[in-house]
């Protein structure tokens, strides 16, 4: 059980405080209710080329991170296609500085054309380096453009082309700023060795008084998938590989948790079912593995594996096939599902060791629109039972809903 | 707005662990006080790439760890374990063979049985080994596609020679060669309780500890076992200081630039890790300043001091665009060479100390970061106090001492360059 206690200031801001006295750290965590899939189709990028000006300083400090290093603190930042987070970690006595440091970036960044130069250019390095210079890099580009008609899920957060990110101008990501970094679209979590009024008092002095408009919330919309599609590509790849995808639910729905159930008894651990059958019985995959994407709105359901030298496409293809079939004709007994549920259960515990872990989820969980789903997931999870993985699996493996990428090396043209 | 004060850390001091003995004598180290009721137990024995009796066979063992026994199969053998939510997970170190248990205190002694039964009874069937051979030889072949990869392997066997465990490569011949017999004699000789140490951290009292002494305790040494561990290698530099591997359409090349270094042992080493802080070992550093932050060159830009039982290293590593390579590479000695022409300013040593400070408290932080922090020392044969040491003599080391030392350890001429890309 997870403590925490909430709080809205007058200003729309939203404050999580838990208090963990075994640490000498406090972690101040603030996120921010934008991601990629709030950016514009034709400049896409903007939401993780704006996490790294962040950084560029703001009114009264002339850089963020210097400020927090000499308090003896760390911090980073991550952007995914529905929310950028923010984490600073400082030893209890500094506190006050990440405060200062959030309060003042969150209405008073200094966005200039210098930091805009040097981080689109540090953007662009980190396209390539990680989707353009690396076997299989571009896989994410392809498969959401595919499995997405409508939803801005079709790009990935580094951005659709390096073009978007290269043509960023000042104008647009100023208005970016004053667009989304507003006190009423943050979540700010205090966690660890503060008390929980402190916590509140520090928030109040350091952001209590800043002033902004209310974002407007928008909803994205997604058509059904009525007919199967497939896509082949030739890359210089070692291997032969395919992604099966399928849309699933969105995270708040009831089947979710029958979503990340499902994928999991497929290919959680060395005695899952595609792991055991098509990797050690059948010697058709190298490697395989089937998750959920766990996004906000409409999600994917994705099995991907790299085939073995000499196996048929069709053959191996046919393979992910006949598991998933199994799944819609067959229920998973009862010791299966208690393996994977004990499975998430100990993940769960060991990760919520994690101070850092337990802050970013109180964030995460505020978003989704209820904090307190960090105590609840837990029986979410043991009441998923044989009947509701059936109907998902029968609901969503069907060939109408999939989506088939053949990625595969040149000389097999 | 007013400007907070920034206040010092108070004195960083590391707790002592639990230290008892099983039945059978094999130490035991623990750090207790998780919330959650979940052990974390680590088994470490003086072994790895430094003792197998071939290429490979640490890391192979560790891959077919669960393998199978007489009598279950390795499907029968991972369900069991699965169905209690554990993990056990093996790993071949340069000079350990690591043995890793995670679980929920109330699947512990299940879990503790099968680890024993992995630990003991594991067959190596000939057809698990020949499946992990073929996709070893797979899987390598995306790994030699990537341009850091590639940078690093070459990097190592410049250092340390293709010979030295330290530095020799993976490859397909080396993979091809492991045989049955081969993991069969290194897992019978290196796997022993009398060359093994335990590690537990999380939350745990006296039932747990009576457990682990019921499974682990009662472990009986083979007789006639002969240890390798003081094998002794010679590391075979290479006569070439730059290397460069061309791979046709990269768009990026992977650069490292390093030697082979001191480990934790060394007098200067407490004191070099706050200079490698300043050079390259943080957000703030000079070489992200410049290369990142002002040039906007790369993504990223680090450099480090790994330290290894026998040896350490310290290295420097970027990726950049080819178009960029010559003035990234320039770059990288130029700030080396500052080090050595300019004392540091005052503001910037405090700003990396402070930073530093920071960094060694969150390792003093619960169970989790202390068992880690307190293995890496074990493994060194460090005791852990000179962890206190070093905070201090981080706090006392001053410009004079960062420039003696740049002059002293990061001269040009000494480095390897790789450039794969």
């Keep these: ?413 | 707005m007013i400007i907070p004060q920034i206040h010092d850390i108070d004195k960083i001091t590391f707790p002592n662990p639990e230290e008892i003995r099983l039945k059978n004598n094999i130490p035991l180290f623990g750090f207790n006080g998780t919330q959650n009721d979940i052990i974390r137990l680590d088994l470490i024995f003086n072994s790895g790439r430094w003792t197998e009796p071939a290429r490979l066979v640490a890391e192979s063992t560790s891959k077919l760890f669960k393998s199978g026994t007489a009598a279950l199969s390795s499907f029968q053998l991972n369900e069991q374990i699965d169905s209690y939510g554990s993990t056990i997970k093996a790993t071949a170190g340069y000079n350990t063979f690591n043995v890793s248990l995670y679980c929920m205190n109330r699947f512990l002694e299940p879990s503790l049985q099968l680890l024993k039964t992995c630990l003991t009874e594991i067959t190596f069937p000939e057809h698990e080994l020949e499946l992990l051979q073929k996709n070893a030889i797979a899987k390598l072949k995306v790994s030699q596609e990537k341009n850091d990869y590639l940078a690093d392997v070459a990097f190592k066997k410049t250092v340390f020679g293709e010979t030295h465990p330290y530095g020799y490569e993976t490859n397909e011949e080396a993979i091809r060669n492991i045989t049955q017999a081969l993991l069969q004699q290194f897992y019978k000789q290196d796997l022993q309780p009398n060359n093994c140490t335990v590690f537990i951290a999380g939350k745990y009292g006296d039932t747990e500890l009576q457990l682990i002494d019921k499974y682990l305790g009662d472990w009986n040494q083979e007789q006639g076992i002969k240890n390798t561990e003081n094998n002794v290698f010679q590391a075979l530099k290479s006569e070439q200081k730059n290397i460069r591997i061309t791979k046709e359409k990269s768009v990026q090349a992977s650069i490292i630039i390093g030697k082979e270094f001191f480990n934790k042992h060394h007098e200067d080493y407490a004191s070099f890790v706050l200079l490698n802080t300043i050079f390259g070992g943080y957000f703030g550093s000079r070489l992200m300043s410049n290369i990142r932050e002002e040039k906007g060159l790369t993504y990223g830009i680090h450099s480090g001091l790994s330290t290894l039982k026998h040896s350490g290293v310290f290295s420097i590593q970027t990726d950049t665009n080819l178009e960029n390579l010559d003035v990234c590479l320039r770059e990288i000695y130029l700030e080396m060479e500052r080090l050595q022409n300019e004392l540091i300013p005052l503001k910037e040593i405090t700003l990396a100390r402070n930073y530093l400070l920071g960094k060694f408290l969150g390792r003093t932080d619960g169970p989790f970061n202390q068992i880690e922090v307190f293995k890496s020392y074990f493994v060194e044969n460090l005791t852990i106090n000179k962890f206190e040491d070093f905070v201090e003599t981080i706090k006392q080391t001053d410009a004079l001492s960062l420039q003696g030392l740049a002059q002293k350890y990061l001269q040009k001429d000494t480095m390897y360059e790789v450039v794969a890309g």
Aim: charge should be negative.
């Design chain 1, 1 to 413: 059980m997870i403590d925490y206690s909430r709080e809205v200031l007058d200003n729309g801001l939203t404050l999580i405080h838990h208090h963990d006295k075994t640490t000498p750290f406090v972690i101040v965590n603030t996120l921010y209710k934008v991601g990629a899939k709030h950016e514009d189709e034709h400049r896409t990028g903007f939401a993780h080329l704006f996490e790294h000006l962040m950084f560029s300083g703001s009114k009264h400090f002339a850089d963020f991170d210097k400020p927090l290093q000499e308090a003896g603190g760390e911090n980073n930042a991550f952007t995914n296609n529905d929310y950028t987070n923010y984490y600073d970690m400082v030893p209890a006595v500094n506190i006050e500085t990440p405060m200062c440091l959030e309060a003042d970036r969150m209405v008073n960044l200094n966005i200039n054309k210098k930091s805009l130069d040097v981080q689109r250019k540090v953007v662009c390095e980190e396209f390539k380096e990680n989707y353009i210079n690396q076997p299989y890099g571009n896989v994410w580009h392809i498969l959401r453009e595919m499995v997405y008609e409508k939803h801005p899920y079709r790009w990935p957060t580094i951005g659709k082309e390096l073009k978007h990110v290269e043509d960023a101008t000042l104008e647009d990501v100023k208005a970016f700023y004053s667009k989304y970094y507003q006190p009423s679209n943050a979540i700010l979590v205090l966690a660890g060795n503060i008390e929980k009024e402190q916590a509140s008092t520090l928030a109040k002095t350091y952001f209590g008084e800043l002033t902004g408009s209310v974002v407007e919330k928008r909803i994205f919309e997604e058509p059904e998938q009525t007919m199967a599609k497939e896509k082949t590509v030739y890359e210089d790849v070692p291997l032969n590989a395919i992604y099966i995808a399928f849309k699933i639910c969105d995270r708040l729905h009831p089947d979710y948790y029958a979503s990340d159930v499902t994928s999991d008894i497929l290919s959680n651990g060395t005695s899952s079912r595609l792991h055991q059958k098509l990797v050690k019985e059948e010697k058709a995959f190298v490697e395989i593995d089937a998750y959920i994407t766990s996004s906000d709105d409409i999600g994917m359901f994705v099995v991907e594996g790299k085939i073995t030298d000499g196996i048929e496409l069709q053959k191996a293809t046919d393979l992910i096939w006949a598991e998933l079939k199994k799944m819609q004709e067959e229920k998973v007994n009862e010791s299966e599902l208690q393996k994977c549920k004990n499975k998430m259960l100990t993940y769960m515990n060991f990760s919520e060791a994690s101070l850092l872990n337990r802050a970013i989820s109180l964030a995460y969980y505020e978003l989704l629109g209820n904090a307190n789903l960090i105590n609840e997931e837990e029986q979410q999870y043991d009441a998923v039972n044989a009947e509701h993985i059936q109907q998902f699996a029968q609901k969503t493996f069907t060939k109408e809903r999939s989506n088939t990428l053949f990625y595969l090396k040149k000389e097999s043209k």
